[in-house]
C-alpha cells in the first residue's frame, strides 16, 4: 500500500516515515499543498496523510480539490494536525470534511491502525 505523507515539518516527515516503511508501506512525500496535489495524481497513493497548516495551500483547500478530481476523488485523507489534541480526536474519532483527523503529536499506532481502516473502506472491507 502507498501513503503520500504531506507535511512541511521534516522531523515529523522523517519519524512517520520511518514507521510507516517499518510496517511495510510505501511512502512518497510532499512539504507543500502544491507539491501534495502533484504528488497524488502521480503517484495515485492508496491514502494520503495530511497536515492542515501548509504552505502555499492548506490541508483544507488540497483536500477540496483532491474530491474534485476524478484520479484522486476516492483517495482517503487522513488530517494530521496540531489545531486538536490526540485525545479529542481518539474519543471525537469525527469526520472532518469527510475524512478522518488525528491530532499532533501523531500517535504512530493509532496512525498505522487509521491508514488500515481507510484501506480497508476503500476496498470494500468492512473494518474490524
Known sequence: MKVLLCDDEPDIQRVLTR???AEGYE????VDGEEALSMASSERPDVILL????????????????????E???????????????????????QFGGNLIMGKPVDSTDLVHLIRQAGERVAGIEPA
Open 19 to 21: 514507521r510507516l516503511r
Open 27 to 30: 511512502v512518497v512525500t510532499a
Open 72 to 94: 484522486t476523488a476516492r483517495i482517503p485523507v487522513i488530517f494530521i494536525t496540531c489545531l486538536v489534541n490526540n485525545n479529542e480526536a481518539r474519543v471525537m474519532r469525527y
Open 51 to 70: 497536515d492542515i497548516m501548509m504552505p502555499k495551500k492548506n490541508g483544507n483547500a488540497v483536500a477540496a480539490e483532491l474530491k474534485e478530481r476524478p
